[in-house]
């Protein structure tokens, strides 16, 4: 199987970091990354009883910070911007997608729980809907191949 994985694209390298396989995988490594870093970051300061809203706060910028740093320089290191403008575009708009799984989370989490379903089922519904947004938003428009790099 794995020779038919590798004959699927000419070279044999479809895993390649220039590839959408090889992109897909290693932000799927970013964002669980990520999330470790702001589960640990936010049980951490909660057992140091520190209210929960701010764990969750430095917990999720945390997370995102380290999936800003795995995703420009592993995930999308040719379509990252040279400091400047550019860069300082691409991390607003990479904020704003962050902003966007989190938003889109706490929607399916409160209207899953709210239909029924166990906060955890929602939960995992959640995370899938967000990933795959977010990830489409962060391919197509936050590290968009047709940008000018300096």
Known sequence: MLEA???SRPDGRMLAPDTLAGR???YGFASASGTVIDLAA???????????W????VGYALGTLW???VSSRIVFADRTCAKGAGRTRQQVLFAASALLGLALTTLIVTLG???GFQPGV?????MCAAFTSVWLVRLLFVFASNEVRS
């Open 24 to 26: 897909f995988v290693r």
């Open 5 to 7: 994985v590798r004959s």
């Open 122 to 126: 929602a939960k995992i519904a959640a």
């Open 42 to 52: 936010f049980a951490l300061l909660v057992w140091g009883l520190a209210p929960a």
């Open 67 to 69: 999936h800003w740093q």
């Open 54 to 57: 701010f764990a969750a706060f």
């Open 113 to 115: 729980v709210e239909a």
